[in-house]
């Protein structure tokens, strides 16, 4: 299990740990490894986030990326781990596995603690896909890890990241998101990402993230803001398979919203998979 965003991403590029905010702890593994992972996590105190039963499992393993755990303090949550294969789901077209990574690992030291760790290439590409391709870069703090990793351009394999940004279509996302954190941080955009981070296309959709950027996290839940990360995703994404998929997921989700009552989806959550709706 190899970490990536949060702490590590922290103590590689940050002036310290507690500088970058933090609420989990992500790990990337192989996907066959998931029922050994969920034996030892079980086994150490941790109960699964949403459910345990197997056909909630079956289905996170066929249409998810990642299963999480929580440990207990009493009825206090002490801490969150998250164990992904990929990243987002299957319809985010994101399926860069721990194989694919394997060659960006590398061996790194936190406080006398020496353990595997990737390069700060997968690590960026890792983020962009994280915040600009499951999320959809509203958050400050998406924009900060990337301008921090962009401060120390000379460790980047840009040549991997690209190629690896163009076979997952994200290409325009790594632009986009030198764009928007140059712009917001100060950072100085890679003079290798200069010429495209600089067209219309990525001036057109920062200023659109921007103008999404400082509504009110209230507004994060409604149909308008959903709408407008869909087509965000749209304009950065490559394939029309993917943008098809994109697109008809998020109009099965409205259709279903819409027909069926809340009541009901709790029940069917509840003795489906044995999860509770606020765990969704």
């Not at 896909?129 to 351009?153: E, F, P, S």
Request: one cysteine or more; a positive charge.
């Amino acid at each position: 299990a190899i970490p990536f965003k949060g702490f590590w991403l922290a103590h590689d590029f940050y002036p310290g740990l507690a500088d970058r905010e933090g609420s989990d702890i992500d790990m990337y593994i192989r996907f066959g490894d998931l029922d050994r992972v969920t034996e030892l996590m079980v086994r150490e105190g941790y109960v699964p986030e949403a459910s345990a039963s197997r056909s909630f499992i079956k289905k996170i393993k066929k249409h998810s990326a990642e299963y999480n755990f929580e440990r207990y303090e009493g009825k206090e949550m002490v801490c969150h781990a998250e164990f992904h294969w990929k990243i987002g789901s299957s319809l985010h077209g994101m399926d860069i596995s721990f194989t694919d990574l394997a060659p960006q690992i590398v061996t790194g030291t936190i406080q006398e603690h020496t353990f595997k760790v990737f390069t700060p290439s997968a690590g960026l590409l890792l983020a962009l896909m994280h915040h600009g391709g499951k999320d959809a870069l509203v958050q400050l703090k998406h924009l900060l890890d990337i301008g921090m990793i962009l401060k120390r351009d000379d460790r980047i394999d840009w040549d991997w990241v690209t190629d690896n940004a163009r076979r997952y279509n994200i290409e325009t996302l790594v632009y986009l998101a030198a764009r928007m954190a140059s712009d917001i941080t100060g950072v100085e955009t890679p003079a290798r990402l200069t010429a495209l981070a600089e067209s219309g296309r990525v001036c057109s959709l920062a200023d659109g993230r921007k103008e999404v950027m400082v509504l009110s996290p209230s507004d994060w839940y409604s149909r308008k803001f959903n709408y407008r990360n869909l087509i965000f995703h749209l304009r950065c994404r490559t394939g029309l398979r993917l943008k098809a998929t994109m697109a008809w997921d998020h109009c099965k989700r409205l259709i279903i919203g819409a027909v069926t009552p809340d009541r009901l989806m709790r029940f069917y959550l509840k003795r489906r998979y044995r999860i509770e709706r606020e765990k969704i």
